[in-house]
């Protein structure tokens, strides 16, 4: 019992023997496999230099892409170069502490990801269903509290497993079928109980990932829904559009990735080579696909948006106009010379629309809000206080 305890400490070589039954095919996958992972570099990089360089990017809906985009390079450096070594190289051996390295970055950049997916899950929602209150929710610093929360929850998930696999004896087990460390590829190869392992795992995935998968269909469901009350054709149609493409890059991420989770507890009879290739997937897939995806939806969105509130600020207008008028409506039939007066109609036209205006925050944003509302609703919008000019 003391020998077997001692050796769960022992300097371990682990070897990942790439997929299992594919050997002779090895090079001719890592071709789409290393197409793939460079075309993520680079767009992720250039996303990421845009965003930082562009000081008219540095809004929430952008910097939740830098975000994405930093949380896909780290998932996908950490595991597809050792892939891509050993399928040239058939560098195949890892010690142990490089494999308990590779399994915690894998494991907390995937739950980053997430995390961050939630929260563009988020902020499309308040952006589409209460547009008014977007500017006041997502603050500089709520997003800043949102970052360091997902870094935090990584990392608090992922810290436990890497005293859970170096409690255990490995009894010179180490060949491990796949092309990374993974948690539970870690833990079968123990000549020990593994029913913590398991269980944490289990219980993990379901809070984490499971609960933030739910959360985002609950979330693009209340956009469907808002979206689907608009009068527009052409605008369901674009927002439908540009949902159903987020919704396949998020499906290829979290399905191979539940996939591969559910295969190592339940999925005994899967082949082997169908659950490394899949789990191949979750970690370069996605990360080519996300900037592409949300990198040109994201100015879509964003003009979808700016019409979308000023919509809404015409009809709030329409409304709080009909009231002030009920208001002041005693006032001038006692005092009729006032409605003789250019100065008085234009003063209630332009006295609502800057206060609706108030709303946002930035000129820039009041700005883009006046050009969209004109080119949207024409003198129904703006146009009343020049009339009043003419008139004048």
């Not at 540095?58 to 050792?82: I, N, Q, R, W």
């Not at 890892?94 to 915690?104: K, L």
């Not at 109980?193 to 995935?205: Q, S």
């Not at 082997?272 to 592409?292: C, D, E, F, K, S």
């Amino acid at each position: 019992m003391h020998e077997l305890n001692e050796s769960s400490f022992d300097p371990i070589t682990f070897v990942l023997t790439g997929i299992p039954g594919m050997e002779e095919s090895h090079i001719w996958i890592s071709v789409p496999f290393c197409l793939m992972y460079i075309t993520a570099l680079f767009s992720n990089s250039v996303l990421l230099f845009v965003i930082a360089t562009e000081r008219s990017l540095h809004e929430p809906m952008y910097l939740f892409l830098a975000m994405l985009a930093v949380s896909d390079l780290m998932l996908s450096t950490t595991t597809v170069p050792k892939m891509l070594a050993i399928f040239w190289f058939s560098a195949r051996e890892i010690s142990f502490d490089a494999c308990i390295t590779q399994m915690f970055f894998t494991h907390f950049s995937f739950i980053v990801e997430s995390s961050v997916l939630l929260a563009m899950a988020f902020d499309r929602y308040v952006a589409v269903c209460d547009p008014l209150r977007y500017p006041s929710t997502l603050t500089p610093s709520v997003i800043g509290k949102i970052a360091l929360s997902a870094v935090l929850r990584g990392f608090c998930i992922m810290f436990p497993p890497i005293f859970l696999l170096k409690r255990l004896p490995y009894c010179g087990h180490n060949v491990m079928p796949h092309t990374y460390c993974e948690h539970m590829g870690i833990a079968r190869l123990a000549c020990a109980d593994i029913r913590a392992n398991v269980w944490y795992g289990l219980t993990t995935a379901l809070l984490s990932s499971g609960l933030d998968v739910v959360l985002i269909a609950v979330s693009y469901g209340l956009i469907l829904r808002t979206v689907f009350q608009l009068p527009s054709p052409e605008a369901r149609l674009k927002t439908l559009s540009t949902c159903g493409s987020h919704l396949c890059v998020i499906l290829m991420f979290y399905t191979p990735a539940f996939f591969s989770f559910l295969t190592h507890r339940f999925g005994h009879s899967i082949p082997g080579h169908v659950h490394i290739l899949l789990a191949n997937l979750y970690v370069v897939v996605p990360p080519m696909l996300n900037p592409i995806v949300y990198g040109t939806c994201c100015t879509n969105h964003a003009v979808f948006c700016l019409k979308l509130v000023a919509i809404r600020l015409h009809a709030t207008m329409q409304s709080e106009h009909q009231m002030y008028l009920e208001l002041l409506s005693p006032l001038e039939a006692s005092q009729p010379w006032l409605c003789l007066l250019p100065s008085w109609r234009e003063a209630q036209q332009s006295f609502h629309l800057e206060l609706c205006i108030a709303f946002l925050s930035s000129a820039r944003s009041r700005d883009a809000l006046l050009r969209v509302s004109r080119e949207t609703h024409g003198t129904a919008l703006c146009g009343g206080a020049k009339g009043a000019r003419r008139a004048g």
